[in-house]
């Protein structure tokens, strides 16, 4: 597992995190970066020791990244793709020598075709799905399946009250129908708001 970041720097990304949902709190979804305890679940449930491909989905502040990079091979391709600007500023302060697209799911596949990214092995995603609209899930979930190679795998994660909410319950439901495997692999209580862990199989 990797090291706490330092306070000072844990609330700037609070801080942050906070300021963007006040301004676009559809998208951004939540006021508080991934657990560390939800990162390494996520981390933890795709096969990123051998994956050549690998993309993360909205990397926010970079708390999931950072249980990602230690786990990736050496010779593992790794993409970020975050549509809000100040957060892709963040993230590329942190980790200025990875790859960073300004851009949405629903053109994942333009994205991974400029990059010549095929057959993609994991996708890591920290998008809220389950607060998107119907369009944006389904147009999302169709750029994530075109671009996974066969046996790929998307590890997602959602939130305890997202299944109370018809959008929540929909997502679920459009997963299902376009993966051949859906697991709810845990529950992460240590996380606000507490949080299960999907993986999905194509």
Partial sequence: MVKRKPAQESL???MLLLREFVRTPFSTATIAPSSR???HGMAGAVRL???R???ELGPGTGALTNELLPRLRQDARFLAV???PTFAEEWQRQFPERQLELGSVADLRQICQRRQ???VDCIVSGLPWQ???EG??????EAVEGVLGPGGQMVTFGYHVGLCIPSGRRFLRLVEKRFRKVERLKWVWRNLPPAYILRCTR
Avoid: I
């Fill in 37 to 39: 305890h939800l990162a």
């Fill in 12 to 14: 700037r990304e609070h």
């Fill in 131 to 133: 607060s998107f609209p």
């Fill in 49 to 51: 020791e051998t994956a």
């Fill in 117 to 119: 990214m095929v057959d």
């Fill in 136 to 141: 944006l899930q389904e147009a999302g979930l």
């Fill in 53 to 55: 491909t690998v993309v």
């Fill in 82 to 84: 975050e549509l809000n």
